[in-house]
């Protein structure tokens, strides 16, 4: 099946600090990848939709200042959250899709950000 | 207000004991899938539906997408410790829309 690979997979740093997460589509092309954040025992929020060479879409509430996603090739996202605070803390997923409509979207594994 | 919202929210089970989760809309979703996540890992899909009325089964889970294709269920039948999970459903909206459902939460005790 298709394989996505998030890294890191956990990340402790001290506030102030930027951190970047990678999301890799390891055996097929993603044209689209989104990226989601997450809550103890709550549902995926999604933060934006990226779309390979073109800017991504944020969803409202989302600072995209905060949060810079780059989707620059059709296997690699990232999502930098810029100058990151203690309430930035959350676990980040990433998923990749090829495209076609109702394809579904396979997961990578998550990051878990602690921001001390 | 979620576009999916699911019941229950959460749910704690005896070993053996059968289960629905259920995920309800006011919008008709073009396909419907729902998805298994473990503490610390990503989601897992399970299924697709995309019929109205599709009855899809995965071993002791079944899965069912309402007539109008605004809902579906899960249900779990001889819940396991291994069952254990966060279930989300999720659906896609003409024009490439997805929304995740609320999520419930099992948790299957020996």
């Known amino acids: 099946g298709a394989v996505v690979s998030q890294h890191p997979s956990w990340v402790i740093c001290k506030s102030g600090t930027s951190v970047k997460i990678e999301c890799r589509s390891l055996d097929f092309q993603a044209t689209t990848m989104f990226w989601y954040r997450q809550f103890p025992k709550q549902s995926l929020m999604l933060m934006a939709t990226s779309n390979e060479g073109s800017k991504a879409t944020y969803e409202q509430g989302v600072e995209k200042d905060k949060f810079l996603i780059n989707h620059a090739s059709l296997t690699l996202s990232t999502l930098t959250v810029t100058s990151a605070h203690p309430e930035d803390s959350s676990f980040y997923i990433c998923?990749?899709?090829?495209?076609?409509?109702?394809?579904?979207?396979?997961f990578g594994d998550g990051t878990r950000l602690s921001i001390l | 207000t979620q576009l999916l919202e699911q019941s229950p929210q959460f749910l704690s089970i005896q070993e053996g004991e059968n289960l629905t989760v259920y995920c309800n809309s006011s919008?008709?979703?073009?396909?419907l899938q729902w998805y298994r996540q473990e503490p610390g890992e990503g989601p897992v899909l399970l299924v697709t539906v995309v019929t109205g009325g599709e009855v899809k089964k995965l071993k002791r889970l079944t899965f069912q997408f309402g007539d109008a294709r605004k809902d579906s269920s899960l249900h779990i039948t001889a819940a396991q410790p291994g069952d254990t999970g966060l279930y989300l459903c999720?659906?896609?909206?003409?024009?490439?829309?997805?929304?995740f459902g609320t999520g419930t939460s099992l948790t299957v005790i020996p």
């Open positions: 919008s008709v979703f073009s396909s």
């Open positions: 999720a659906g896609d909206l003409p024009g490439n829309q997805f929304y």
């Open positions: 998923s990749a899709s090829w495209g076609r409509k109702n394809q579904p979207q396979h």
